[in-house]
């Protein structure tokens, strides 16, 4: 069974860059097939997803997120990370990564605030 595991900074500042890893066990990222999305719930909405990457590296963001995110991977350690540029207190969000295959972190709250 494939686990997932995010980790990275609870609390970023205004204007700086939120960088999260997604650590996956139980299965490799780069098996065919398999995508791997960021996704994020701020307090009191719904879901928005960011973007993906795939099995084989490419990658696809959401276009109201597009010009400040980016996502890659590390085959290597079996990760794959997000980054967030230029956040505002708007990007407080639970950020979760997921599988295409329905496989969820728990989740990790990031609160930006100076």
């Known amino acids: 069974q494939v686990q997932l595991q995010e980790s990275g900074p609870g609390l970023v500042k205004p204007s700086q860059t939120l960088s999260l890893t997604c650590t996956v066990s139980g299965g490799s990222i780069t098996t065919s097939y398999y995508a791997w999305n960021w996704i994020r719930q701020p307090p009191g909405k719904g879901l928005e997803w960011m973007g993906v990457i795939t099995y084989d590296g490419n990658t696809y963001y959401s276009p109201s997120l597009k010009s400040r995110t980016s996502i890659s991977r590390d085959t290597a350690k079996n990760q794959f990370s997000l980054q967030l540029s230029s956040v505002t207190p708007e990007d407080t969000a639970v950020y979760y990564c997921?599988?295409?295959?329905?496989?969820w972190g728990q989740g990790i709250q990031v609160t930006v605030s100076s």
């Open positions: 997921n599988s295409n295959f329905n496989d």
